[in-house]
């Protein structure tokens, strides 16, 4: 995994090299080169390659990708927004830069994962297909919607269903779309169940974040820890609590497990990251 | 124009119409159909009709334009960035709503205007090819850096070199673009001229817009005047005066015209919207 992320870094930092010097520039490596975890990205590299395809041939999706996470990221951080002041373990952009150069960073961001996405090298039927499915999943009908629901949220307390759509939203819907591009490209048919899959990993991903914003390690996590009871957020922990919630994400994990199998032939790598991801400390 | 502009905002309103009811949606709706002039997605379809084409069969690419217009508005209008409080004859998004709506309203315009771009019925080589411009316009390399420079020359005296840079870039780009699609579809051989007939008119526009700040009437334009001035900002008008820059705007438009005659058959329509646009109090 890490030269894959390795890779990742620095076909990222490529990719911004041709853009006009300034602060916005500055901005956008500033938070896109922080130490991430790439989950987005390899996830659907990695899913590529169990179909047997070269990764290093889509390296400009997955920066796609991840442009699009960081720009939601450096929005989500505006004072107007969650007004958060640790991301990736360092001063979020709009504390490092100021609030025009954050806002500016993200829109930049999101035009550039446009860019790198139109201008890589693939056939243009496939590559509409799958752009058109990347940005419906982080627009108005997918991560955009989840980002409105959480702050409709705030102060309120939601019912279960409510929290099921704000996370399959907010985080499962790009989460989701990573499997399902790769499988658009290597698989078409197996596309909507690769879209369920990352769907079921995405909520287990995201209960397991509201696990960690309790019981997690700020240092290992790299932002603040309580936020959630800050911003008085309701979360699986302050509905479920604490056991139920971790059952509920090994339950899902299971069932990304089972599915995954019985898809492909060589599901190994794949399922190691997932382990890795619902095992995680931060 | 008023049919052309009715059937865009028909358009917009049934592009939107597919969106998660909530916020963020009504926030969209109410900045998108404010009363605009709609100038860029006229230009686009006036160019492909004097091409000869049917411009309703692009009016989908049209509402892309407009949306990423709108975009760049609601995030520019922000307390972060320029802090206005008044927009096509309305409070902004963020007085009328409040700013996490207006942060992910322009996000989700931004979204959309790809989704939409996407999913337009068009050969898919030809949209690419029509959207990697249009995205590389409104990015980090067009609109985005010349509202980086805008920030950058607040409370700093900008020469007319570097106030041209702001202008072709803030606000050129998109003009630019307009254009350049309309012949890259039409007539491709002659989009770099296209190209450039749209910088000087996005030039023209810019520094006819410096002109309506001082003497303008805030009823018509819907927006505060003297916000210059109150900004600091260098302008045509506090470098050259009134009348050098009134001189400015005819020269660049009669080169505009010029331009345009030597490139289309039936200019007349196009050199009307043209007259239209540089001759506006509004």
Do not use: W
Request: aromatic share 6%.
């Amino acid at each position: 995994m890490n030269v894959k992320i390795e890779k990742i870094n620095e076909r990222l930092q490529e990719l911004v090299a041709t853009s006009q010097s300034g602060s916005i520039k500055d901005a956008v490596l500033y938070s896109l080169l922080a130490p991430g975890k790439r989950l987005r990205p390899l996830l659907f590299l990695t899913l590529l390659e169990s179909y047997g395809l070269a990764s290093d041939d889509y390296l400009d999706i997955a920066c796609a990708i991840e442009m699009i996470h960081t720009y939601s990221l450096i929005h989500d951080d505006l004072p107007g927004m969650d007004n958060d002041s640790l991301r990736r373990g360092r001063p979020t952009c709009h504390i490092q830069f100021d609030e025009a150069s954050a806002i500016l960073a993200g829109d930049a961001l999101l035009n550039l994962s446009i860019s790198t996405l139109l201008t890589c090298d693939m056939d243009a039927l496939l590559k509409v297909e799958v752009a058109t499915r990347l940005f419906e999943s982080s627009g108005i009908n997918g991560m955009i919607f989840g980002q409105q629901q959480d702050i409709y949220f705030e102060n309120k307390q939601a019912n279960l269903e409510e929290l099921n759509t704000i996370h399959l939203n907010k985080t499962g819907a790009l989460i989701s779309v990573c499997l399902e591009m790769a499988a658009l490209i290597a698989d078409p048919k197996q596309a909507l169940s690769m879209r369920k899959i990352g769907y079921d990993l995405g909520l287990a991903f995201q209960i397991q974040d509201d696990i960690l914003d309790v019981i997690g390690d700020q240092d290992l996590l790299g932002k603040v820890v309580g936020s959630d009871e800050t911003n008085q957020k309701s979360t699986y922990v302050t509905l479920l609590g604490l056991e139920e919630s971790q059952k509920k994400v090994n339950e899902l994990f299971n069932q990304c497990v089972e599915d995954t199998k019985k898809l492909l032939r060589h599901p190994d790598t794949l399922l190691e990251l997932f382990d890795k991801i619902l095992k995680r400390v931060s």
